[in-house]
């Protein structure tokens, strides 16, 4: 039995365990329902760092517990280093604002947020650290404010960028060693807005 399967298998016992839907976790991880659908069937591999973690965060499990693997290796020393330097911001990003009480700055416009949420999360899949964390505390605030103020488009297009901002949040912080932030980082991507 492949790698691949072994890992289908896996996210398949993880999602059901949860009684959750192939959609419900493609909506929560970023990834399409039929590539999702794959992996569980072994017909595609989940081997993206990235994809990893957003499918642990969407499930609330340990990357560990998704790979088979008794680790994650630890990020490179140097990248580590950057990444650490980003903590504190990222902290005050992430108790500062939420989308009950979003943080009053001025967001920047609808396309600059979602380019910068891609950028964010090409860095992440490079294990980039210091690059991705340097983005995320300026990222975070703004998209909560577009996501509770802009008019119903930003609104839909705001918070599904912050989910996924929220989901490469949750990687460096988990990779880092910073787990009670990482969980912050998953309720903010889950949390639904009041009203």
Do not use: W
């Not at 493609?26 to 957003?54: C, P, Q, T, W, Y």
């Not at 967001?107 to 980039?128: G, I, N, Q």
Request: glycine share 6%; charged share 25%.
């Amino acid at each position: 039995m492949s790698e691949g399967n072994t890992m289908g298998q896996r996210l398949r016992r993880a999602r059901r365990y949860r009684g959750m839907s192939l959609q419900v976790l493609a909506d929560r991880s970023g990834l399409s329902k039929s590539f999702l659908s794959m992996v569980e069937n072994g017909r595609r591999s989940l081997d993206r760092r990235s994809h990893i973690a957003a499918l642990a965060a969407a499930l609330e499990v340990s990357v560990a517990e998704l790979t088979g693997q008794p680790y994650v290796p630890p990020p490179r020393r140097a990248q580590a280093s950057e990444g650490h330097h980003a903590i504190p911001r990222v902290r005050v990003a992430l108790l500062g604002s939420s989308l009950d009480e979003p943080a009053d700055v001025p967001a920047r416009p609808l396309a600059d947020l979602l380019r910068e949420t891609a950028t964010v999360e090409s860095l992440c899949a490079a294990s980039r650290y210091g690059d991705f964390g340097k983005l995320l505390p300026d990222l975070l605030p703004e998209l909560h404010m577009l996501a509770t103020t802009g008019d119903e488009r930003e609104r839909v297009e705001a918070l599904r960028a912050l989910i996924r901002a929220c989901h490469t949040t949750f990687y460096l912080l988990k990779d880092l060693g910073y787990l009670d932030l990482a969980q912050i980082a998953v309720q903010q991507a889950r949390r639904p807005r009041r009203g």
